[in-house]
């Protein structure tokens, strides 16, 4: 079973309108939870990385939450432009070994 | 340089062929990371480098695969007698000083390989 569980799979939307993905995992005890966006052929690059203390952070336009009680985290887009479409990804570092354990990754497709 | 490079960018091998797919980490980068992505997937933990040690290979899928970096810098992962289910993309990620606790792993483009 994925230690990091991502919603929606995939979503399409509006150039200019907002949205939220959301990360569940029950890797325990963690390090620190990192978003990664990943254009078409291209590697992974990191958005936003929380440690387990953190609330949220942001980076432009993208604003990562984590709730380390229920295990959750979501990453909000605002305004979103045609160059946002790409798969991102929600990564939690397990503590003790620094493994990274991935999630599949959530499919935005931003549509003029 | 100033990104992890790899290459080819793009192989196609017929079963059973040998491969090797090649990472530049970025200069001074200690800590050097595998992984292997398949369609619509995340990426999945291969193999990990502190300089020239592989301090763990647990994620290797088989005794097929293979990887090395024997001058703490560049690394080769050898995939031997390939197998279509070893159609993926290979990435690569290094990151300073160790480890991938809270430092930030640089990715490469990756590698992607086609087994026919």
């Known amino acids: 079973k994925n230690q990091v569980e991502q919603s929606p799979q995939s979503l399409i939307i509006l150039e200019g309108k907002n949205c939220t993905l959301q990360?569940?995992?029950?890797?325990?005890?963690?390090?620190?939870l990192r978003w990664y966006k990943q254009d078409t052929g291209r590697g992974p690059v990191s958005l936003t990385i929380?440690?387990?203390?953190?609330n949220t952070k942001s980076n432009g336009r993208y604003t990562a939450t984590l709730d380390a009680d229920t295990k959750q985290s979501s990453l909000h887009i605002t305004a979103s432009q045609l160059s946002d479409s790409a798969s991102y990804i929600c990564v939690v570092t397990l503590y003790g070994n620094n493994r990274l354990a991935f999630g599949k990754g959530n499919q935005v497709v931003v549509i003029p | 340089g100033a990104g992890v490079s790899q290459s080819p960018r793009y192989k196609v091998a017929k079963r059973g062929q040998d491969v090797a797919l090649r990472c530049d980490p970025i200069?001074?980068?200690?800590?050097l990371f595998w992984y292997q992505q398949a369609l619509g997937q995340g990426p999945e933990f291969l193999t990990y480098?502190?300089?020239?040690?592989?301090?763990?290979k647990s994620g290797l899928p088989s005794d097929r695969f293979f990887a090395e970096r024997p001058e703490g810098s560049v690394s080769t992962l050898k995939i031997q007698r390939t197998q279509q289910e070893d159609s993926a993309v290979y990435l690569c990620?290094?990151?300073?000083?160790?480890?991938?606790?809270?430092?930030?792993?640089?990715f490469g483009a990756g590698s992607r390989l086609t087994v026919l």
């Open positions: 480098f502190q300089n020239e040690a592989q301090l763990d």
């Open positions: 929380m440690t387990f203390s953190e």
């Open positions: 990360c569940n995992y029950t890797v325990s005890p963690f390090s620190n």
């Open positions: 990620a290094s990151s300073w000083p160790r480890g991938s606790g809270a430092n930030v792993l640089t």
């Open positions: 200069s001074g980068h200690v800590s």
